[in-house]
């Protein structure tokens, strides 16, 4: 794996310039400009039919970008074949070829490229993979998870210097999903190839990337680490693409040294500068966001407890359901009507029960402020059809 | 009561054992006349056992030279057939072009026209194009009535076929001619073999089409047309005998092949 280190240091980043896909008359992806960091992993996340897998598909040259170029390092390989280039994919569904075991489909590729003694190397390979006992099974005879470590396998044999999984985890459950995650990752870690990798799934985007570009109908929406886009999103589809985000609608009213203080329905709230996003006029809209986890609840009747200085608005408990490591609850509020909350359970209030006066804080620090002209929405729906 | 009630519980291996024997019979009735001794010329009615037909298979003339040509016409329809079907099955599955639906249904009208009013057009079209008749008309009669059955074939597995196996071979670094060759072939190969066995089968059994467009050239079926209206030699049925040993042989033997794969896969 050394040598693959030295080579890929010179020239493992991916750079896409303008690279579009039209067909007819629809754009599946917007010119668009992204640059993955040799040796990173680097995930696309969006719904299915936001460009993400056509994105992947033109840096491994599977589709023809309609504009742009696609470099590797200094070289431009946007007019070459897929079998020039040097990136590896793993499949959607693996796709292992059926009428080869799993020796003869981990071997493929050396052998494609004329290497004579490809034993040593496909050993070495299995046992990365922990399949060295299945050399000889053909792949319907392996597990979900087994074909998958099959693919990676397969692909990461030829010492590409960008690896490229194209919904890789899609096909299996939970359990071993987390499980090939983590190990997704080791690889990652042990061979220092770029990793660039497909998914609408976005936990598992925030737990293996390093850098997750979210993308929305042919255009990516942010850009940034998963903790980065998880607290400071730009765009209501971000903000609920990733996680939940609670909205409410304020007018802007003055201005104060680095905060901004907003007016929603009698109440004021304040939002820091740095964390808006949004044209910040007097008088104008501005959409204000809060996580539901850095909510903190208390009994009406003991508001006079909460501390200075915390964003506060009132509300009524209109449900709450309890699942164990926390508890979800619904808030009715004037300024919002589903106002979601998680709160630990570490010590439980007896009378924060569904009917219950409740006043709903938090630091101010956890605020974010989001342009109003957008729909508030957005990526709500498209997770929910991903989920069913 | 009781035998009804046996008839009841047995009922579907009963029909099936009865079902098998109607099909089987008639080749049983081939076999077992192979081995007759039959007075006079026609080979109907059993008279005593003899193995004479099967020590001199080739006794009767002209038997096993339209028995040899019936055989390489095989072969060759089967070829050109499965070259050009599996081409044509390819086409019209993996490539969008402009008629592909109505070439799609065209393919089978072959299949649906009656045989022998096929066989009649194909003479009148050779005649007018004043081809000599022989062993090239049956050969194009032969590959051109094979093809439809070759496409439907090949287009089935090519269909259930996973476009992404090829993609993945590009991906690993083979060009398109080792994508066909390592990946494309062997994973249609089943449905191509199905499509070829099927072909040589027609060829090698037809008799309505090869009848008119054959001139003066004899195909073992027209061999034995022929030979039933002076007499039926028993080495026909030592033929019959032998074709369908050799199938039941090659099924058994890929049975067995497969056999072995499974367990040595497990």
């Known amino acids: 794996?050394?040598?693959?280190?030295?080579?890929?240091?010179?020239?493992?980043?991916?750079?896409?310039?303008?690279?579009?896909?039209?067909?007819?008359?629809?754009?599946?992806?917007?010119?668009?400009d992204l640059t993955v960091p040799q040796g990173s992993f680097f995930a696309l996340l969006g719904a299915s039919g936001c460009g993400k897998t056509t994105t992947l598909r033109m840096i491994a040259g599977l589709e023809e970008p309609t504009a742009g170029t696609v470099h590797l390092?200094?070289?431009?390989?946007?007019?070459?074949?897929?079998?020039?280039?040097?990136?590896?994919?793993?499949?959607?569904?693996?796709?292992?070829?059926?009428?080869?075991?799993?020796?003869?489909?981990?071997?493929?590729?050396?052998?494609r490229r004329g290497i004579k003694s490809v034993k040593k190397q496909v050993e070495e390979m299995l046992e990365l993979v922990q399949l060295g006992e299945q050399a000889r099974k053909k792949p319907h005879q392996l597990s979900g998870g087994q074909q998958q470590r099959v693919a990676v396998a397969r692909a990461l044999i030829n010492h590409p210097k960008v690896l490229?999984?194209?919904?890789?985890?899609?096909a299996l459950d939970l359990k071993l999903r987390r499980q090939m995650q983590l190990e997704l990752k080791r690889i990652q870690t042990e061979v220092g190839i770029t990793f660039v990798h497909v998914t609408?799934?976005?936990?598992?985007?925030?737990?293996?990337?390093?850098?997750?570009?979210?993308?929305?109908?042919?255009?990516?929406?942010?850009?940034?680490?998963?903790?980065?886009?998880?607290?400071?999103?730009?765009?209501?589809?971000?903000?609920?693409?990733?996680?939940?985000?609670?909205?409410?609608?304020?007018?802007?009213?003055?201005?104060?040294?680095?905060?901004i203080v907003l007016k929603a329905g009698g109440g004021k709230l304040m939002l820091p500068e740095a964390r808006n996003s949004a044209p910040a006029r007097t008088g104008g809209k501005v959409l204000l966001g809060v996580r539901p986890e850095k909510i903190s609840l208390t009994h009406a009747d003991d508001a006079g407890d909460i501390p200075e200085g915390r964003n506060r608005i009132t509300g009524r408990i209109a449900d709450s359901s309890f699942i164990g490591v926390s508890t979800q609850y619904v808030i009715d509020s004037p300024v919002c009507p589903e106002f979601e909350v998680y709160v630990q359970n570490i010590d439980r209030d007896p009378r924060l029960t569904p009917g219950a006066e409740v006043v709903l804080h938090w630091n101010p620090e956890h605020t974010f402020g989001l342009d109003a002209a957008q729909d508030i929405d957005a990526g709500v729906e498209t997770v929910e059809e991903e989920v069913a | 009561m009781a035998f009804v009630n046996w008839l009841k519980r047995h009922f579907v291996v009963i029909a099936g054992l009865l079902t098998l024997a109607y099909l089987l019979l008639p080749n049983v009735v081939v076999t077992v006349f192979s081995f007759n001794n039959p007075k006079g010329r026609f080979n109907y009615e059993w008279q005593e056992f003899s193995t004479d037909a099967w020590r001199d298979p080739c006794g009767v003339s002209g038997l096993c030279g339209s028995l040899s040509l019936s055989?390489?016409?095989?072969?060759?329809?089967?070829?050109?057939?499965?070259?050009?079907?599996?081409?044509?099955?390819f086409a019209l599955?993996?490539?969008?072009?402009?008629?592909?639906?109505?070439?799609?249904?065209?393919?089978?009208?072959?299949?649906a026209m009656p045989e022998v009013v096929m066989a009649a057009s194909l003479l009148t079209l050779f005649l007018n194009m004043g081809a000599q008749l022989g062993f090239w008309t049956i050969l194009i009669a032969?590959?051109?009535?094979?093809?439809?059955?070759?496409?439907?074939?090949?287009?089935?597995?090519?269909?259930?076929?996973?476009?992404?196996?090829?993609?993945?071979?590009?991906?690993?670094?083979?060009?398109?001619?080792?994508?066909?060759?390592?990946?494309?072939?062997?994973?249609?190969?089943?449905?191509?073999?199905?499509?070829?066995?099927?072909?040589?089968?027609l060829?090698?059994?037809?008799?309505?089409?090869?009848?008119?467009?054959?001139?003066?050239?004899?195909?073992?079926?027209?061999?034995?047309?022929?030979?039933?209206?002076?007499?039926?030699?028993?080495?026909?049925?030592?033929?019959?005998?032998?074709?369908?040993?050799?199938?039941?042989l090659l099924v058994l033997v890929s049975m067995a092949v497969g056999n072995r794969r499974k367990r040595q896969r497990t």
């Open chain 1, 1 to 32: 794996m050394k040598t693959t280190n030295d080579t890929a240091a010179h020239g493992g980043d991916v750079r896409l310039t303008g690279i579009t896909k039209k067909y007819g008359s629809f754009t599946a992806v917007h010119p668009l």
């Open chain 1, 73 to 111: 390092g200094d070289q431009d390989v946007t007019a070459l074949p897929p079998y020039k280039r040097p990136v590896n994919t793993v499949f959607q569904s693996y796709a292992l070829f059926p009428h080869l075991d799993i020796f003869e489909n981990v071997a493929f590729g050396l052998r």
């Open chain 1, 164 to 170: 490229l999984l194209d919904e890789p985890l899609g």
């Open chain 1, 200 to 259: 609408h799934d976005q936990e598992e985007a925030m737990t293996m990337a390093d850098t997750v570009a979210v993308m929305n109908a042919g255009r990516v929406e942010q850009l940034g680490s998963p903790a980065d886009l998880y607290e400071n999103p730009r765009t209501t589809f971000v903000a609920n693409f990733l996680g939940t985000s609670n909205f409410i609608e304020a007018e802007v009213d003055s201005t104060s040294g680095s905060e």
């Open chain 2, 71 to 89: 055989l390489q016409i095989a072969l060759w329809a089967m070829l050109g057939a499965t070259v050009l079907g599996t081409m044509i099955a």
């Open chain 2, 93 to 111: 599955v993996r490539y969008r072009f402009r008629a592909r639906g109505a070439v799609n249904s065209l393919i089978f009208l072959p299949m």
């Open chain 2, 142 to 201: 032969h590959i051109m009535f094979c093809l439809s059955f070759v496409v439907v074939a090949v287009k089935a597995r090519v269909m259930s076929m996973d476009p992404r196996l090829e993609q993945a071979a590009q991906d690993l670094y083979a060009g398109p001619f080792q994508t066909f060759l390592r990946v494309t072939l062997p994973i249609a190969a089943p449905g191509i073999a199905a499509g070829a066995l099927l072909a040589f089968a």
């Open chain 2, 203 to 248: 060829s090698f059994d037809d008799f309505i089409i090869t009848n008119f467009n054959a001139g003066s050239t004899v195909t073992f079926p027209m061999f034995v047309w022929g030979s039933a209206q002076r007499g039926t030699p028993v080495q026909i049925n030592v033929i019959g005998t032998a074709m369908f040993v050799v199938a039941v």
